[in-house]
Nanobody, 117 residues
């Protein structure tokens, strides 16, 4: 079965950096657009960044210039490098795999990112 396993979350001070990883298994990685979403307490889940299967990327305005999404086909893994973190980046971050050839859509279990001094 398909599994998306996130790692790399934690507690960081404002201005710090983290790198999230999403290891995918049970799917053909090249067929999927990989996305990172986040959900803060009391807020709706929002799209942070997408790495499309053709390696194009897209970012939410709130993270442009600070976050970088990437994907490694050899490792079936997507990454989110987060720099210059702000308290408002605090959320549970979820990995998403969305098929470009079917309606398949998968989610990871989420990883907590807390930005606080």
């Amino acid at each position: 079965q398909v599994q998306l396993v996130e790692s790399g979350g934690g507690l960081v001070q404002p201005g710090g950096s983290l790198r999230l990883s999403c290891a995918a298994s049970g799917l053909i990685f090249d067929w999927y657009h990989m996305g990172w979403y986040r959900q803060a307490p009391g807020k709706q889940r929002e799209l942070v960044a997408t790495a499309f299967s053709d390696n194009n990327t897209n970012y939410a305005d709130s993270v442009k210039g600070r976050f970088t999404i990437s994907r490694d086909t050899a490792k079936n893994t997507a990454y989110l490098k987060m720099n210059s973190l702000k308290p408002e980046d605090t959320a549970v971050y979820y990995c998403n795999a969305r098929s470009r050839v079917s309606s398949n859509n998968y989610w990871g279990q989420g990883t907590q990112v807390t930005v606080s001094s």
